[in-house]
T-cell receptor, first 114, second 111 residues
Framework: GENVEQHPSTLSVQEGDSAVIKCTYS??????FPWYKQELGKGPQLIID?????GEKKDQRIAVTLNKTAKHFSLHITETQPEDSAVYFC?????????????FGTGTQLKVEL | DSGVTQTPKHLITATGQRVTLRCSPR?????VYWYQQSLDQGLQFLIQ???????AKGNILERFSAQQFPDLHSELNLSSLELGDSALYFC??????????FGSGTRLTVV
């Protein structure tokens, strides 16, 4: 089955700096890569996703890049703000007509310091 | 509010007991997914239903079962509970197979 590794496990940045979180996956057939943000006491919230036919996607201060050859994908957050502080999870799956079973990374605790 | 409603928010029960967790998906979403989140295992996929039919299954224990009803709400049944079943249980829904929306979870504590 799919295995997703995520690094780093904790990340501390100064407000306004950029943050980068990296993930690798094992199943070359995976074709869907979402990123979720989880705040304390809440469920994971989808912040951006990318499909395997796209190399990069951007949404305001957030961007995701995908390297299918190397089987890794990254989340980039620019101009970080205190409200970006949360746990971020990457995930991967092989979406078929049957369904979408996400395999999650172990999470990155991001702390944005003033 | 994500639009995915999970009840109850908290549940404390004893070992050996059975509980039922309930999930109402966002309006229009036909897929419902169940995940378990624990400190040692992280977020683990349990099972997916699409319009009442089971579509994908993860490493769900035989003591656990789920179903999706005609009105599209779903229930996750956990029986013969053990201390190790203590975790957050999340439901998510989607209209297609992409872009899940998670609920706020049910925190289960087995004592």
């Amino acid at each position: 089955g799919e295995n997703v590794e995520q690094h780093p496990s904790t990340l501390s940045v100064q407000e306004g700096d950029s943050a980068v979180i990296k993930c690798t996956y094992s199943d070359s057939a995976s074709n869907y890569f979402p990123w979720y943000k989880q705040e304390l006491g809440k469920g994971p919230q989808l912040i951006i996703d990318i499909r395997s036919n796209v190399g990069e996607k951007k949404d305001q201060r957030i961007a995701v890049t995908l390297n299918k050859t190397a089987k890794h994908f990254s989340l980039h957050i620019t101009e970080t703000q205190p409200e970006d502080s949360a746990v971020y999870f990457c995930a991967a799956s092989r979406v078929t007509g049957g369904g979408n079973k996400l395999t999650f990374g172990t999470g990155t605790q991001l702390k944005v310091e003033l | 509010d994500s639009g995915v409603t999970q009840t109850p928010k908290h549940l404390i029960t004893a070992t050996g007991q059975r509980v039922t967790l309930r999930c109402s998906p966002r309006s229009g979403d036909l897929s419902v997914y169940w995940y378990q989140q624990s400190l040692d295992q992280g977020l683990q996929f349990l099972i997916q239903y699409y319009n009442g039919e089971e579509r994908a299954k993860g490493n769900i224990l035989e003591r656990f079962s789920a179903q999706q009803f005609p009105d599209l709400h779903s229930e996750l049944n956990l029986s013969s509970l053990e201390l190790g079943d203590s975790a957050l249980y999340f439901c998510a829904s989607s209209v297609s197979h992409y872009g899940y929306t998670f609920g706020s979870g049910t925190r289960l504590t087995v004592v």
